[in-house]
Protein backbone atom coordinates (compact mmCIF):
# COMPACT_ATOMS: atom_id res chain seq x y z
CA UNK A 1 0.00 0.00 0.00
CA UNK A 2 1.46 3.58 -0.95
CA UNK A 3 0.60 6.88 0.61
CA UNK A 4 0.69 8.28 -2.59
CA UNK A 5 -2.08 10.44 -3.39
CA UNK A 6 -2.74 10.12 -7.22
CA UNK A 7 -1.62 10.91 -10.66
CA UNK A 8 0.51 13.52 -10.90
CA UNK A 9 -0.54 16.60 -12.95
CA UNK A 10 -0.35 17.52 -16.46
CA UNK A 11 0.73 21.33 -16.56
CA UNK A 12 -2.10 23.05 -14.21
CA UNK A 13 -1.03 24.48 -11.29
CA UNK A 14 -3.59 26.40 -8.86
CA UNK A 15 -3.20 30.14 -7.94
CA UNK A 16 -2.62 30.38 -4.36
CA UNK A 17 -2.63 34.33 -4.21
CA UNK A 18 -5.61 36.28 -3.90
CA UNK A 19 -5.83 39.80 -6.14
CA UNK A 20 -6.44 42.28 -4.00
CA UNK A 21 -6.30 45.39 -6.26
CA UNK A 22 -9.96 45.30 -6.61
CA UNK A 23 -10.83 45.10 -2.72
CA UNK A 24 -8.73 47.60 -1.89
CA UNK A 25 -10.20 50.42 -4.63
CA UNK A 26 -13.67 49.32 -3.37
CA UNK A 27 -12.60 49.96 0.01
CA UNK A 28 -11.43 53.27 -0.65
CA UNK A 29 -14.57 54.43 -2.68
CA UNK A 30 -16.43 53.23 0.79
CA UNK A 31 -14.00 55.53 2.34
CA UNK A 32 -14.51 58.36 0.73
CA UNK A 33 -18.09 58.06 0.86
CA UNK A 34 -18.12 57.71 4.55
CA UNK A 35 -15.76 60.65 4.86
CA UNK A 36 -17.76 62.92 3.19
CA UNK A 37 -21.63 62.01 4.05
CA UNK A 38 -20.49 61.88 8.12
CA UNK A 39 -20.68 65.68 8.29
CA UNK A 40 -23.84 65.47 6.87
CA UNK A 41 -24.86 62.95 9.54
CA UNK A 42 -23.82 64.91 12.38
CA UNK A 43 -26.31 68.17 11.64
CA UNK A 44 -29.43 68.57 14.13
CA UNK A 45 -31.63 71.36 15.75
CA UNK A 46 -29.12 73.96 17.20
CA UNK A 47 -29.74 74.47 20.44
CA UNK A 48 -27.90 76.11 23.23
CA UNK A 49 -26.92 73.36 25.63
CA UNK A 50 -26.26 73.61 29.63
CA UNK A 51 -23.04 73.18 30.85
CA UNK A 52 -21.96 70.65 33.23
CA UNK A 53 -18.92 69.17 34.61
CA UNK A 54 -20.82 65.59 34.66
CA UNK A 55 -18.28 62.32 32.71
CA UNK A 56 -18.92 62.22 28.99
CA UNK A 57 -20.74 58.98 28.26
CA UNK A 58 -19.65 57.35 24.87
CA UNK A 59 -22.36 56.27 22.89
CA UNK A 60 -21.89 53.08 21.58
CA UNK A 61 -24.61 53.48 18.49
CA UNK A 62 -27.37 55.90 17.53
CA UNK A 63 -29.99 56.44 19.78
CA UNK A 64 -33.37 58.80 19.13
CA UNK A 65 -32.42 62.82 20.11
CA UNK A 66 -35.69 64.81 21.27
CA UNK A 67 -34.46 68.26 20.99
CA UNK A 68 -36.74 71.41 22.52
CA UNK A 69 -34.98 74.60 21.01
CA UNK A 70 -35.19 77.91 22.34
CA UNK A 71 -38.61 79.25 20.70
CA UNK A 72 -39.92 75.72 22.39
CA UNK A 73 -40.14 73.52 19.41
CA UNK A 74 -39.52 69.78 19.37
CA UNK A 75 -38.23 67.65 17.48
CA UNK A 76 -37.47 63.80 17.26
CA UNK A 77 -34.25 63.84 15.54
CA UNK A 78 -34.54 66.68 12.74
CA UNK A 79 -38.43 66.41 12.63
CA UNK A 80 -40.53 69.11 14.35
CA UNK A 81 -43.56 67.33 16.02
CA UNK A 82 -45.96 68.91 18.34
CA UNK A 83 -45.64 68.34 22.20
CA UNK A 84 -49.19 67.08 22.26
CA UNK A 85 -47.92 64.14 19.66
CA UNK A 86 -44.43 63.71 20.97
CA UNK A 87 -46.35 60.77 23.05
CA UNK A 88 -47.54 59.18 19.62
CA UNK A 89 -45.19 59.83 18.13
CA UNK A 90 -42.48 58.33 20.15
CA UNK A 91 -44.68 54.75 20.66
CA UNK A 92 -44.84 54.43 17.13
CA UNK A 93 -41.07 55.19 16.54
CA UNK A 94 -39.66 51.41 16.67
CA UNK A 95 -35.94 52.65 16.99
CA UNK A 96 -37.26 54.45 20.89
CA UNK A 97 -39.34 51.31 21.18
CA UNK A 98 -36.76 48.70 20.83
CA UNK A 99 -34.27 50.51 22.73
CA UNK A 100 -36.45 51.85 25.27
CA UNK A 101 -33.69 54.79 25.66
CA UNK A 102 -33.51 58.47 24.03
CA UNK A 103 -31.49 61.17 24.53
CA UNK A 104 -33.03 64.88 25.28
CA UNK A 105 -30.85 67.99 23.95
CA UNK A 106 -32.84 70.79 25.56
CA UNK A 107 -31.65 74.81 24.83
CA UNK A 108 -30.36 76.05 28.27
CA UNK A 109 -33.16 78.55 27.93
CA UNK A 110 -36.09 76.91 27.51
CA UNK A 111 -38.20 76.61 31.32
CA UNK A 112 -37.69 73.17 33.00
CA UNK A 113 -41.38 72.49 32.66
CA UNK A 114 -41.07 72.10 29.33
CA UNK A 115 -38.99 69.84 29.44
CA UNK A 116 -40.37 67.99 32.26
CA UNK A 117 -43.63 67.52 30.17
CA UNK A 118 -41.12 66.32 27.14
CA UNK A 119 -39.69 63.40 29.57
CA UNK A 120 -43.11 62.20 30.66
CA UNK A 121 -43.96 62.34 27.20
CA UNK A 122 -41.25 59.67 26.61
CA UNK A 123 -42.07 58.02 29.79
CA UNK A 124 -46.11 57.33 29.00
CA UNK A 125 -44.79 56.36 25.53
CA UNK A 126 -42.64 53.54 27.00
CA UNK A 127 -39.20 54.89 27.30
CA UNK A 128 -37.45 53.94 30.39
CA UNK A 129 -34.07 55.66 29.96
CA UNK A 130 -33.85 59.35 29.39
CA UNK A 131 -30.15 60.70 28.99
CA UNK A 132 -29.25 64.24 28.78
CA UNK A 133 -27.35 65.92 26.57
CA UNK A 134 -25.24 68.57 27.69
CA UNK A 135 -22.10 70.93 26.95
CA UNK A 136 -18.68 70.47 29.28
CA UNK A 137 -18.51 73.41 31.54
CA UNK A 138 -16.48 76.29 30.44
CA UNK A 139 -12.38 75.53 31.76
CA UNK A 140 -13.13 72.33 32.30
CA UNK A 141 -10.35 69.85 30.81
CA UNK A 142 -12.57 67.58 29.03
CA UNK A 143 -13.23 68.55 25.27
CA UNK A 144 -16.30 65.90 24.65
CA UNK A 145 -18.85 68.39 23.61
CA UNK A 146 -22.39 67.03 23.04
CA UNK A 147 -21.52 63.70 24.26
CA UNK A 148 -24.43 62.30 26.65
CA UNK A 149 -24.61 62.57 30.66
CA UNK A 150 -26.42 60.11 32.49
CA UNK A 151 -29.27 61.24 34.05
CA UNK A 152 -30.60 60.31 37.70
CA UNK A 153 -32.74 57.29 38.03
CA UNK A 154 -34.46 58.78 40.62
CA UNK A 155 -32.78 56.22 43.06
CA UNK A 156 -30.45 57.71 45.65
CA UNK A 157 -30.32 61.45 46.62
CA UNK A 158 -29.32 63.37 44.07
CA UNK A 159 -26.33 65.24 43.89
CA UNK A 160 -26.13 69.04 44.45
CA UNK A 161 -24.87 71.27 41.87
CA UNK A 162 -22.03 73.47 43.33
CA UNK A 163 -22.28 77.33 42.49
Given amino acids: MGMGGGKGGGGRTTMSEINVTPMVDVMLVL ?7 APLIQQGVKVNLPETKAAPVEATEKKVVLSIDAGRKVYIGDAEVALEELET ?28 EVMAAAQRAGISNVGMITEPATGSKASNSGKAAPASSGKGKPKEAKR
Avoid: C, S, W
Wanted: aromatic letters at 8%; glycine letters at 2%.
Fill in 31 to 37: LIIFMVT
Fill in 89 to 116: KLAANAKAQADKEVYLHADRDVPYGVVV
